[in-house]
């Protein structure tokens, strides 16, 4: 079979999702409701949605939308429905009937279900329609989310669940994890079981919402929503019809039975549309008091809301083991959600699935954690976690490992893609050199760096580990969710409120010289981002020689948000692209006037097709859509390139003054107009001296040394004012940007 056509049954969050996914990656899609108004309106969202479900606007071209009635006969050739309407399986039994009525004999026929087994979904289906019929559960928001289940069982047509594994992962990007038709597959049984875990335990150990997400978050090594927030996300009365049904799939005796019911307040906020994030509130909620906008947080004991109070656990990395040693609350609500975890998922091996890997797997791209729960297992020891467990009796498979004595027992990682991930290839490192912010994985024919801080963070650190492992061709890749959120903030503040301004400079000095090193070394520098690549993450970006990009990427300098210039390159390196430009040839203005309005501005793309047109991407980039692909891709970029001859220094020719002038105007207008304040002003005079080539000419020429020492001396002037250092400490506390 091959999949050129497809039918999406059902418009709203995930029909809508899993179409735009399909336009994405240009496959021709119709999308049915029961009205056409309500599948129109699906469009407009996914044309509004934020972060963006497209690529790019124009992929919305392979979408047609219509009604159940009268579009219908667009079945009878797609070769993939799917169907993705409201959890009541009269109305999918419904449609199944008609679907099968009509559909073409090579096609194939799936669910979105999120709860309802196979068994079930099929029962009134005949044998022979059996075969082309099984569960794809996407995850919500589909562009963003990696983890596709495909759920089927020994009826059906393997050669077709191949193909349609085979497609999700190639064309989609899906991590396609094929199960059994088991209550919530894997993702969900064990994510979901977490949740309720972590939510009862917090109230037992009698722990504010804010403390249990601060515990499960980050140090675990799970998104920030930790529990209570991601509730919010989702919605408090989606997660109950979810657990509603577990209730009723799961044997009685099954544990997760005991926390299914989560705590008697759901009821009640859900009743009076505390829904979540979509409704008035749930958990958390923006209360408005005197003009201001307040971020409150419900207290368990009191049913009442109050301020949102910040919990620092003083975690930098996570260390699971140090964690749940801690001898203070948080460590024992850790040690009692972790190990409750560790105890259920495995005591589901083989029952749900024979590969353990898997449910870690489900767990990392359905629910972004950086480990499953076997891989807790692992890191916290064996010897350490069997000594702190207590009985473990009817656990067959930790029982196994108890009595094998073994130290280890992780073998293979993402055993669901024959692709040669980065997780598995780190795994025959030859020799591994690592610091406190990245480690250098070297292999005999080249370097693999990783950055390892919160976000990505860049610091000193971070250059050396570049540095150093330029001794080979270099890949700079990672597991973790963002390539680089930029240059450590927190770290340049520390200096600050020292004193030690010198530091800084040494700091930024160092930053540019790196990078220089990366442009110009003799082996090919490959950057491989995914997620966030900005302000200092991109100037690695820019400076590296090829680039292979995910296709869920934001890249962007954006400094001037906090009051700074890009001073690692960013500025010189977008302005040279830019230079080369038709354009740029007869009006010599005309590439410091675009990079004046992209930094300016702080414009980011969200995708390799929104970069693209910024030149924050240039020729010498590949994209993928498969994030386990990006490695493979870029060790093929690599062999291809191995005799690659080292760039070639640049020179500008800027106008000055000239240019300088123009952009002032452009500022005064914005000034005038109340879109920027003084120190705004301030910023952008001082992105104007850079990009305008400082004290030049155009019958001057402007070395890309003298680039960067514009770029670091407008850096340092800014850095010491005190606006800057308000915004910087104002975006580092709330996230958002402070104009001044
Ligand atoms: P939704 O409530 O947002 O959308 C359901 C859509 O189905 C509505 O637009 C409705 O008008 C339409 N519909 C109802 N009856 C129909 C019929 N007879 N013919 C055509 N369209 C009909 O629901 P959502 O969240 O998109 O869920 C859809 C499916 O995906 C459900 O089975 C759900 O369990 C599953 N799912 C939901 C996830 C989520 O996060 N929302 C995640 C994974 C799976």
């Given at each position: 079979m091959n999949i050129k056509k497809v039918v999406v049954i059902g418009s709203g969050t995930m029909g809508s999702g899993i179409a735009a996914h399909l336009c994405n990656a240009n496959i021709p899609v119709i999308l049915l409701d029961l009205e056409t108004e309500i599948s129109e309106k699906a469009k407009e969202r996914i044309l509004k949605s934020r972060p963006p479900l497209l690529f790019e606007k124009d992929k919305i071209n392979n979408l047609k939308v219509g009604n159940i009635t009268d579009d219908f006969d667009n079945v009878s050739d797609a070769d993939w429905i799917v169907e993705a309407v409201v959890e009541r399986i009269d109305i999918k039994h419904d449609i199944y009937k008609k679907i099968f009525n009509k559909r073409k004999k090579d096609s194939i026929v799936s669910s979105n279900t999120s709860t309802i087994p196979l068994k079930v979904l099929s029962e009134k289906l005949k044998a022979e329609d059996k075969k082309d019929f099984c569960i794809?559960?996407?995850?919500?928001?589909?562009?963003?989310?990696?983890?596709?289940?495909?759920?089927?069982?020994?009826?059906?047509?393997?050669?077709?669940?191949?193909?349609?594994?085979?497609?999700?992962?190639?064309?989609?990007?899906?991590?396609?994890?094929?199960?059994?038709?088991?209550?919530?597959?894997?993702?969900?049984?064990?994510?979901?079981?977490?949740?309720?875990?972590?939510?009862?335990?917090?109230?037992?150990?009698?722990?504010?919402?804010?403390?249990?997400?601060?515990?499960?978050?980050?140090?675990?090594?799970?998104?920030?929503?930790?529990?209570?927030?991601?509730?919010?996300?989702?919605?408090?009365?989606?997660?109950?019809?979810?657990?509603?049904?577990?209730?009723?799939?799961?044997?009685?005796?099954?544990?997760?039975?005991?926390?299914?019911?989560?705590?008697?307040?759901?009821?009640?906020?859900?009743?009076?549309?505390?829904?979540?994030?979509?409704?008035?509130?749930?958990?958390?909620?923006?209360?408005?008091?005197?003009?201001?906008?307040?971020?409150?947080?419900?207290?368990?004991?009191?049913?009442?809301?109050?301020?949102?109070?910040?919990?620092?656990?003083?975690?930098?990395?996570?260390?699971?083991?140090?964690?749940?040693?801690?001898?203070?609350?948080?460590?024992?609500?850790?040690?009692?959600?972790?190990?409750?975890?560790?105890?259920?998922?495995?005591?589901?091996?083989?029952?749900?699935?024979?590969?353990?890997?898997?449910?870690?797997?489900?767990?990392?791209?359905?629910?972004?954690?950086?480990?499953?729960?076997?891989?807790?297992?692992?890191?916290?020891?064996?010897?350490?976690?069997?000594?702190?467990?207590?009985?473990?009796?009817?656990?067959?498979?930790?029982?196994?490992?108890?009595?094998?004595?073994?130290?280890?027992?992780?073998?293979?990682?993402?055993?669901?893609?024959?692709?040669?991930?980065?997780?598995?290839?780190?795994?025959?490192?030859?020799?591994?050199?690592?610091?406190?912010?990245?480690?250098?994985?070297?292999?005999?024919?080249?370097?693999?760096?990783?950055?390892?801080?919160?976000?990505?963070?860049?610091?000193?650190?971070?250059?050396?580990?570049?540095?150093?492992?330029?001794?080979?061709?270099?890949?700079?890749?990672?597991?973790?969710?963002?390539?680089?959120?930029?240059?450590?903030?927190?770290?340049?503040?520390?200096?600050?409120?020292?004193n030690d301004i010198k530091s800084v400079e040494k700091f930024i000095k160092y930053f540019q010289e790196t990078c220089k090193h990366l442009k110009y070394c003799k082996y090919p520098v490959i950057s491989a981002p995914s997620g966030l690549a900005l302000g200092g993450g991109e100037e690695v970006v820019l400076q590296s020689n090829y680039v292979v990009t995910h296709t869920n990427i934001v890249m962007g300098l954006v400094e001037t948000i906090v009051g700074l210039v890009p001073a690692g390159g960013g500025c010189k390196e977008l302005l040279w692209r830019w230079?080369?430009?038709?354009?740029?040839?007869?009006?010599?203005?005309?590439?410091?006037?675009?990079?004046f309005d992209i930094i300016g501005y702080a414009k980011t793309a969200s995708s390799p097709q929104e970069a693209k047109p910024m030149l924050f991407l240039d020729k010498n980039h590949d994209v993928i859509?498969?994030?386990?692909?990006?490695?493979?891709?870029?060790?093929?970029?690599?062999?291809?390139?191995?005799?690659?001859?080292?760039?070639?220094?640049c020179k500008f020719k800027l106008s000055g003054k000239n240019a300088r002038e123009k952009m002032h105007k452009i500022l005064e207008a914005l000034y005038n107009d109340k879109k920027i304040l003084d120190h705004g002003m301030e910023v952008g005079k001082e992105l104007a001296y850079v990009l305008s080539g400082g004290d030049t000419d155009l019958n001057k020429e402007v070395t890309e040394d003298q680039m960067y020492k514009l770029e670091l001396n407008s850096f340092m002037k800014l850095v010491e004012n005190k606006k800057t250092q308000d915004r910087i400490v104002h975006t580092l506390k709330t996230g958002k940007p402070l104009i001044n």
């Amino acid at each position: 079979m091959n999949i050129k056509k497809v039918v999406v049954i059902g418009s709203g969050t995930m029909g809508s999702g899993i179409a735009a996914h399909l336009c994405n990656a240009n496959i021709p899609v119709i999308l049915l409701d029961l009205e056409t108004e309500i599948s129109e309106k699906a469009k407009e969202r996914i044309l509004k949605s934020r972060p963006p479900l497209l690529f790019e606007k124009d992929k919305i071209n392979n979408l047609k939308v219509g009604n159940i009635t009268d579009d219908f006969d667009n079945v009878s050739d797609a070769d993939w429905i799917v169907e993705a309407v409201v959890e009541r399986i009269d109305i999918k039994h419904d449609i199944y009937k008609k679907i099968f009525n009509k559909r073409k004999k090579d096609s194939i026929v799936s669910s979105n279900t999120s709860t309802i087994p196979l068994k079930v979904l099929s029962e009134k289906l005949k044998a022979e329609d059996k075969k082309d019929f099984c569960i794809t559960h996407f995850f919500n928001p589909v562009r963003y989310m990696g983890l596709l289940e495909i759920v089927r069982d020994k009826l059906n047509d393997q050669k077709k669940i191949n193909y349609l594994k085979d497609f999700s992962e190639e064309k989609l990007g899906k991590g396609v994890i094929v199960c059994g038709d088991t209550p919530g597959f894997l993702g969900n049984r064990i994510g979901v079981y977490a949740m309720q875990v972590a939510m009862t335990e917090a109230v037992n150990m009698n722990l504010s919402i804010e403390e249990a997400d601060a515990v499960f978050g980050r140090p675990m090594g799970i998104p920030k929503t930790g529990v209570f927030a991601l509730y919010d996300l989702i919605g408090i009365d989606l997660m109950s019809d979810v657990l509603k049904s577990f209730q009723k799939e799961l044997p009685k005796e099954d544990e997760f039975q005991k926390v299914v019911s989560g705590l008697p307040i759901i009821k009640k906020l859900i009743e009076t549309g505390y829904t979540g994030r979509k409704g008035k509130g749930g958990f958390y909620r923006m209360n408005k008091s005197e003009n201001k906008k307040i971020l409150e947080a419900l207290n368990l004991n009191k049913n009442e809301y109050f301020p949102v109070k910040k919990i620092d656990l003083k975690i930098d990395k996570i260390n699971l083991l140090e964690l749940i040693n801690r001898n203070d609350k948080y460590g024992k609500y850790a040690w009692s959600v972790i190990s409750k975890i560790i105890l259920y998922s495995s005591s589901l091996v083989p029952a749900i699935t024979d590969e353990y890997n898997d449910i870690d797997e489900a767990l990392r791209l359905g629910f972004n954690w950086s480990m499953g729960p076997f891989e807790m297992l692992e890191s916290i020891g064996l010897k350490n976690f069997f000594s702190k467990i207590g009985d473990i009796n009817h656990n067959e498979f930790l029982k196994d490992l108890k009595e094998k004595k073994v130290e280890s027992f992780y073998d293979e990682r993402q055993k669901y893609t024959d692709l040669q991930t980065l997780g598995k290839i780190k795994k025959t490192v030859v020799k591994l050199d690592k610091n406190d912010s990245a480690e250098i994985f070297r292999f005999k024919d080249f370097n693999i760096v990783e950055f390892n801080t919160k976000a990505n963070a860049l610091d000193n650190d971070s250059m050396d580990a570049l540095k150093k492992a330029t001794d080979k061709p270099l890949i700079i890749i990672n597991e973790s969710m963002q390539f680089s959120a930029g240059v450590n903030l927190n770290y340049v503040m520390e200096f600050i409120k020292n004193n030690d301004i010198k530091s800084v400079e040494k700091f930024i000095k160092y930053f540019q010289e790196t990078c220089k090193h990366l442009k110009y070394c003799k082996y090919p520098v490959i950057s491989a981002p995914s997620g966030l690549a900005l302000g200092g993450g991109e100037e690695v970006v820019l400076q590296s020689n090829y680039v292979v990009t995910h296709t869920n990427i934001v890249m962007g300098l954006v400094e001037t948000i906090v009051g700074l210039v890009p001073a690692g390159g960013g500025c010189k390196e977008l302005l040279w692209r830019w230079c080369q430009t038709n354009e740029s040839k007869t009006d010599p203005d005309y590439a410091p006037l675009k990079v004046f309005d992209i930094i300016g501005y702080a414009k980011t793309a969200s995708s390799p097709q929104e970069a693209k047109p910024m030149l924050f991407l240039d020729k010498n980039h590949d994209v993928i859509i498969n994030r386990n692909e990006l490695l493979p891709a870029a060790r093929k970029l690599l062999n291809n390139n191995v005799d690659m001859s080292p760039s070639k220094e640049c020179k500008f020719k800027l106008s000055g003054k000239n240019a300088r002038e123009k952009m002032h105007k452009i500022l005064e207008a914005l000034y005038n107009d109340k879109k920027i304040l003084d120190h705004g002003m301030e910023v952008g005079k001082e992105l104007a001296y850079v990009l305008s080539g400082g004290d030049t000419d155009l019958n001057k020429e402007v070395t890309e040394d003298q680039m960067y020492k514009l770029e670091l001396n407008s850096f340092m002037k800014l850095v010491e004012n005190k606006k800057t250092q308000d915004r910087i400490v104002h975006t580092l506390k709330t996230g958002k940007p402070l104009i001044n």
